[in-house]
């Protein structure tokens, strides 16, 4: 890997610019907690950091991350057509109209999980390595065929998670996959680098004890957290309107993401919208103070 | 302490034709029973009946015997109609002998008082190395100590299942499911630094959590197996 001229094709990017993209995985076991809509702002907030950003949708069949990201009016041919060899990439990557630096990665509605075939999908991100700081892949949800390829070939996970027993529990159960069915455990190689981003947390329904607290989530799946994103109308909004909400820097939850991106590109920056520890829910199953 | 006193109690136990483990269809045939009702055969305790089988007269049979019922999820705890050296090689490999028993050894092992660990006792199955995992078991994976230890230094979560022949150690909080002395071994204990289990069992006896006494929840307990029953104390 160098030198341009040794490259495939480019269509992103100056002549001569080398990438080699990290690829990132959002995912979570369980469904609704919030994967794509996290998958749209990560992936929006590191393009507005200046970094060449692609976000893929793995949800074969129930296509969605087009939606958040407001542009399924635009799509023409999507991954699966790429990895049958029907379409080129550039033919199926939608490059975003707020910023110049993200590009969607629509999936197909009418197939289903099995037109991901691994070959094909390692062949698609390694051409869009090349072109790329980060490919940031939305895992549908659950432990199966899609979920598995969506997190195969991360460098990195974000575990997205919300603050109930249930979907702890399923994050700890991909967590478990990611160390032992992922490429890099595959290959012996560095463990993929997990990361817990806590979603829908609510500081008023953890103290009257409805949710659990980031402290028992933290405590349970023992990764580094990074980041909280409150519970917020705004969230449901910028879905319903295509906006990933890091577009609307003064809603909380658009604020949170980008604390997280910055997080995850290694600035430190505080957790907000985290209240001061109260009683864990555990204590108060289980009757001890 | 409770640690002397013996009481004697009635189970119904499995028993099976140990000639019949060299069948070609053996393992076949018990897979199938297993699996009509596999909730009933989960760690049942069998016996081996050695009649008409000489050819059980070392430990390693007798330890190959505990892995081909281990795989069908089946504990063997002991043996029957032992002539004495198989006795002696059964007690070797940590099983006990049932009567009848024609010729019976020196002690039947099920009436040895519970004595303090330095005294005299059958020895564990097979002293080897005991695994140490020192990642977070997480929920879905199964872990499993064969013939040894576990030693965890990490959390195990909630939906894991850790499994040992000997003894558990977990120095985190063990939320998942743990089960020692998987071979039958009534001396295995399990320790954790903090107590939040699913399940523990030791020798087939199992707690499961609304069983465990809300007392010794979040704590750094020990397990045992006293008279029988799961006996838990804070360390």
Do not use: W
């Not at chain 2, 195990?156 to 020692?180: F, K, T």
């Amino acid at each position: 890997m160098g030198t341009a001229g040794g490259r495939r094709h480019r269509f992103v990017g100056e002549e001569g610019e080398v990438y080699l993209a990290k690829i990132i995985v959002l995912t979570s076991g369980k469904g609704g907690v919030g994967k794509t809509t996290s998958a749209a702002a990560i992936a929006a907030g590191l393009a507005l950091r200046g970094k060449r950003t692609v976000v893929i949708d793995f949800d074969v069949g129930l296509r969605n991350l087009d939606l958040i990201m407001g542009c399924e009016r635009r799509v023409v041919f999507d991954f699966i057509n790429v990895i049958n060899g029907d379409a080129k990439l550039n033919q199926a990557l939608i490059k975003d109209k707020r910023n110049d630096n993200l590009y969607v990665f629509p999936t197909s509605q009418t197939r289903d999980k099995d037109a991901l075939k691994r070959d094909g999908v390692e062949r698609v991100l390694d051409e869009l390595k090349d072109n790329f700081d980060y490919i940031v892949c939305d895992s549908p949800a659950g432990i199966e065929h899609g979920a598995i390829t969506a997190l195969y070939f991360a460098d990195s996970a974000i575990i997205v998670t919300n603050p109930e027993v249930s979907s702890v529990r399923d994050s700890d159960r991909i967590i478990g996959i990611l160390a032992s069915k992922s490429r890099r455990a595959e290959h012996n190689l560095d463990p993929v680098e997990v990361h817990l981003l806590l979603t829908r947390y609510s500081t008023e329904r953890v103290k009257r004890g409805e949710m659990l607290s980031v402290e028992d989530v933290k405590e349970i799946l023992s990764i580094p957290l990074l980041g909280v994103i409150p519970e917020s109308e705004s969230v449901l909004r910028a879905s319903n309107t295509g906006t990933p909400v890091v577009f609307e820097p003064e809603s909380p939850a658009g604020r949170a993401y980008v604390d997280a991106v910055a997080r995850f590109v290694g600035e430190q920056r505080e957790m907000r919208f985290v209240q001061p520890e109260r009683r864990s829910i555990f204590r108060t199953f289980f009757g001890r103070a | 302490m409770a640690g002397n006193l013996v009481q004697g109690a009635l189970f119904t136990v499995m028993v099976m034709r140990a000639a019949q483990l060299r069948d070609p269809g053996f393992d076949a045939e018990l897979a199938e029973q297993v699996q009509r009702s596999p909730r009933f055969f989960l760690n049942a305790p069998v016996v081996l009946d050695l009649k008409g089988a000489a050819e059980f007269a070392g430990e390693t049979e007798f330890a190959e015997a505990k892995a081909i019922l281990r795989r069908h999820t089946l504990t063997l705890i002991g043996v029957q109609n032992a002539a004495p050296p198989q006795a002696d090689a059964a007690a070797a490999a940590g099983l006990a002998s049932f009567a009848p028993n024609a010729t019976q050894p020196s002690r039947p092992r099920l009436a040895e008082p519970a004595a303090p660990p330095q005294a005299q006792t059958i020895p564990p199955p097979a002293a080897a190395k005991s695994l140490l995992v020192t990642q977070p078991i997480r929920s879905g994976t199964q872990i499993y100590a064969r013939g040894t230890d576990l030693v965890v230094t990490a959390p195990v979560s909630a939906g894991a299942e850790i499994m040992a022949d000997g003894n558990i150690h977990v120095y985190a909080a063990l939320r998942g499911r743990a089960l020692a002395g998987t071979g039958g071994d009534n001396e295995a204990r399990i320790f954790c630094s903090r107590l939040e289990a699913e399940l523990v069992s030791i020798a087939g006896h199992y707690l499961v959590s609304d069983q465990i006494p809300a007392e010794h929840r979040g704590l750094a307990v020990q397990i045992a197996l006293v008279d029988d029953r799961l006996t838990i104390a804070q360390n």
